[in-house]
Nanobody, 114 residues
């Protein structure tokens, strides 16, 4: 069973930055495609960014140029650097690992407010 633990969320002012981390258990992290998703109150969960096992990245249009996804296979960890945050980025952010099946973390709250 793979476990994913997100961290790094919190309250930040508009224009600020946060860095989310997702630590993954097990020893096959390098085989997983990893992704960050978010869910705002009353809305469906949506894709934010993904990174393949080969390092190719993909972003939602709403975060392009502001967010950066990266992975450190030596640390079994994927990151989401979020800059120029906006109130509409407020959501619970979830990490997902995909290989033979999908695994989800428990989520971390990000609130962008003055």
């Amino acid at each position: 069973q793979v476990q994913l633990v997100e961290s790094g969320g919190g309250l930040v002012q508009p224009g600020g930055s946060l860095r989310l981390s997702c630590a993954t258990s097990g020893n096959v992290f390098s085989l997983y495609a990893m992704g960050w998703y978010r869910q705002a109150p009353g809305k469906q969960r949506e894709l934010v960014a993904t990174v393949t096992k080969g390092g190719n990245t993909n972003y939602a249009d709403s975060v392009k140029g502001r967010f950066t996804i990266s992975r450190d296979n030596a640390k079994n960890t994927v990151y989401l650097q979020m800059n120029s945050l906006k109130p509409e980025d407020t959501a619970v952010y979830y990490c997902k690992a995909s290989w033979t099946r999908d695994y989800w973390g428990q989520g971390t709250q990000v609130t962008v407010s003055s």
